[in-house]
């Protein structure tokens, strides 16, 4: 087992350099000019020239990809020589609008998006998952097909008409909910927790509606196909009781696809929910990158895009190690 972290652990230093290259690359080396951008809309060529001095773009790209890579390990000098500051660790550089540390821009949006993927992730896993082995347990049943039908219903409506319907209902009109408030980034504030899920009840129940429905699906089908297999039907004809057939046999050998899509999603989430959080005006890395990418602000451009290079990545690799613990022939090959 410890070799086997190790390789995932050296794999995924490895994607995280490559993926830090490839998307340094993509901005620097791209049709769109940072130094422009930096310089704002009323530019004059000497400016722009001053701005590519200013962030280092007068330098050869290796040079400026080591630079930018160091930020992550240490302090580092940034800006024009003689007019230099220094950008304290992680230095992800400085954002062309404000003129702030981008690690701080990050720090500020990372809460708001980890509260809607929590709540999220937990009622679309307990409601995806559980309805889909009632469906199995209920194969071909009243109960089968109910809970079927609403999976596709769910699976074909996008969030922004989920999340448009639910404001529209339980916040204009039966004023049941308030509206998503910015002021409430985590559970650990002065509001408390009550008012922290009652903030992103709304969020989470949008996102809840389109990804258990095909957890429901996933779910159903494979642990139909799990009740088929040899070792089921020997461990009834051993006379154990269904309980136990159900969640510690069956249960165990159908949830691996689950833990897949469950380590997928969750990464991509924490990346940014963009489309949830523009409609919930949640000042997350989605709405943050939205913003940033419509005013041309490449350097926090960048680091979500590297922030969510490296959450999907992260969760393969915990996804394997899971994979590891519940089958061991994982780790064989």
């Known amino acids: 087992m410890f070799r086997f972290l190790v390789r995932r652990a050296v794999a995924l230093i490895v994607l995280l350099l490559v993926v830090s290259f490839v998307t340094f690359a993509l901005f620097q080396v791209g049709p769109a000019d940072p130094a422009a951008a930096a310089c704002g809309q009323e530019c004059t060529p000497e400016r722009i020239a001053e ?16 630079a930018y890579l160091s930020g992550f390990f240490a302090d580092r000098m940034i800006g024009a020589p003689g007019s230099e500051q220094l950008c304290s660790w992680p230095c992800l550089g400085k954002s062309f609008q404000t003129n702030e540390n981008v690690a701080d821009v990050i720090a500020r949006a990372l809460p708001y998006t ?33 809970i079927v039908g ?3 219903v769910g699976v074909s409506l996008p969030v922004p008409v989920t999340g448009l319907i639910l404001l529209l209902v339980f916040v204009s009109t039966l004023h049941w909910l308030p509206f998503t408030s ?18 992103y009840l709304l969020p989470w129940i949008a996102l809840a509606i389109l990804f258990s429905a095909q957890y429901i699906r996933i779910t159903r089908n494979n642990m139909i196909e799990t009740f088929g297999e040899d070792f089921m039907r020997t461990a009834r004809a051993k006379g154990l009781g269904r309980r136990e057939i159900t969640f510690r046999h069956g249960v ?3 949830i691996t696809p689950i833990i897949t899509m469950l380590g997928l999603d969750i990464g991509a989430l924490l990346g940014g929910a963009v489309l949830t959080e523009q409609i919930f005006s949640v000042p997350g890395l989605g709405f943050t990158a939205v913003r940033a990418a419509t005013s041309g602000d490449l350097p926090v451009t960048m680091a979500i895009t590297m922030l969510a290079a490296f959450f999907i990545i992260t969760a393969n690799v915990i996804v394997d190690v899971v994979y590891a613990s519940i089958d061991p022939r994982v780790r064989v090959r």
């Open 150 to 152: 609403a999976a596709s």
């Open 252 to 254: 165990r050998a159908g």
């Open 51 to 66: 701005a590519r001095v200013a962030l280092g773009m007068d330098k050869p790209f290796f040079e400026q990809y080591i």
């Open 114 to 146: 980890i509260s809607i993927s929590v709540g999220a992730v937990v009622l679309w896993t307990v409601a995806g998952v559980g309805l889909g082995l009632l469906a199995a347990l209920r194969k071909g049943r009243t109960t089968d097909k109910l």
């Open 182 to 199: 910015n002021q409430i980034a985590t559970p650990f504030g002065p509001a408390g927790p009550g008012a922290w899920t009652m903030n």
